[in-house]
């Protein structure tokens, strides 16, 4: 699953790691692949990030072997990280001149037997570049997450066309699963009215749970963890908690009709 939206600041990356952390704490084996140059998730994982550390990079560009760079998380068993370091703010133009270079990362993926992993997850970096456009083809669903803020939907529309055209001409088991809601601020009327419209535009792919503002999850990747670690209690881990159950039911869901 990718989660993904070129608009920067929604909660990409937060929502990534919590919902890895949430389903890896409930026994399921999951896989984070951190495709933003940043390496934001990477660092709230607790990912060691050094000029020497073999990252995503070396799978991309360097066909290094993705399953031997995926690295075990600190204290959450069943979960497993293949970190991003800056190296990669160069691999959109490395890339271009490759061979199927939409599909490197597909192509990795193919180190894991399915019976391996129950999740992985993408966290794409904010654009619409050829990092994103490996992480659709290589996946099978698109979680995107929508800020509860003025101009939330600006720039949906251009990723639905992209993901549309990634579906027609390189990938078309590509489907937007879910969309998630965050940063919800429920004493304001704003918020509420950017929840009914996003609800009213996708229907059933919005998840009922609702990502509140939460200081705890913004202070979270500052030591290294996710906020499901860092405060358990706190709403933001609580919404994590209950979205990640209701991806888990969804996904049985799919599991069964299939």
Same mark, same amino acid.
């Given at each position: ?32 692949? +951190? ?10 994982l607790g990912m060691e ?14 066909d290094?072997?993705?399953?031997e ?16 370091? %800056? ?13 199927? =270079? ?22 794409c ?29 600006e720039?949906?529309?251009q990723?639905?066309?992209?993901i ?11 489907? %937007? ?30 998840l009922k ?6 200081? =705890? ?11 499901m670690?860092? +405060? ?5 881990a ?6 990640? =159950? ?13």
């Open positions: 699953m990718s989660v993904a939206n070129q608009k920067g600041g929604v909660g990409k990356t937060t929502t990534t790691v919590n919902l890895a952390v949430s389903l890896a704490m409930h026994g399921n084996r999951v896989l984070v692949v +951190d495709l933003d140059p940043q390496g934001n998730a990477s660092t709230a990030r050094t000029a020497d550390s073999r990252s995503i990079y070396h799978c991309l560009v360097e290094e072997n993705l399953r760079l995926a690295r075990p998380v600190p204290d959450v068993p069943n979960l497993w990280c293949v970190p991003a370091t %800056i190296d990669l703010a160069g691999a959109e133009i490395e890339l271009v001149s490759l061979v199927a =270079r939409e599909s490197r990362l597909k192509r990795a993926f193919a180190a894991y037997d399915y019976d391996e992993l129950d999740y992985i997850l993408i966290d970096p904010p654009s619409l570049g050829l990092l994103t456009v490996n992480a659709m083809v290589a996946c099978e669903e698109v979680l995107i997450p929508i800020q509860c803020e003025y101009y939330a939907l720039g949906v529309g990723l639905l066309r992209n549309e055209l990634v579906r027609s001409h390189l990938n078309p088991e590509l489907a %937007i699963s879910t969309i998630l809601l965050t940063m919800y601020d429920g004493r304001t009327r704003l918020a509420s009215q950017v929840a009914e419209e996003v609800r009213g535009h996708f229907g059933e792919l919005v749970t609702l990502v509140p503002r939460s200081v =705890r999850v913004s202070e979270a990747p500052s030591y290294g963890q996710s906020v670690t860092y +405060d358990p209690g706190s709403t933001g609580v919404a994590y908690m209950e979205a990640a =159950r209701e991806l888990a039911f969804r996904a049985q869901a799919l599991v069964g009709n299939r």
